[in-house]
Nanobody
Framework: VQLQASGGGLVQAGGSLRLSCVFS????????MGWFRQAPGKEREFVAA????????AYGDSVKGRFTISRDNAKNTVYLQMNSLEPEDTAVYRC???????????????WGQGTLVTVSS
């Protein structure tokens, strides 16, 4: 399995970005997909998870109501729409794949390389 994340960049507070993660090597619909982030000096943080069929979602408390995870299995792609961005959202965002629907990063066996999101105040 390979995961390739993209879409990060520099945005002002209050702005929006959409991250994409292209999945290859196996059948994406067999996997739960998740997004995690890690800011400098901080621990890895769960952002969002999405079930295989796209009907089950979970979000970290700090992004609820602002971020939306979605998937297009036909395009082998998972998205993270991020709205109302705050400086505290600045981090490297990584997509990941798992066989179980969990927010614990240890459940995710496959990881993308990460994309940097920087939110200026």
């Amino acid at each position: 399995v390979q995961l390739q994340a993209s879409g990060g960049g520099l945005v002002q507070a209050g702005g929006s970005l959409r991250l994409s993660c292209v999945f290859s090597g196996r059948t994406i619909s067999d996997y739960v997909m998740g997004w995690f982030r890690q800011a400098p000096g901080k621990e890895r943080e769960f952002v969002a998870a999405l079930g295989r069929r796209g009907s089950r979602t979970a979000y970290g408390d700090s992004v609820k109501g602002r971020f939306t995870i979605s998937r297009d299995n036909a395009k082998n792609t998972v998205y993270l729409q991020m709205n109302s961005l705050e400086p505290e959202d600045t981090a490297v965002y990584r997509c990941a794949a798992a066989l179980s629907f969990l927010s614990d990063y240890r459940a995710y066996g496959y990881w993308g390389q990460g994309t940097l999101v920087t939110v200026s105040s």
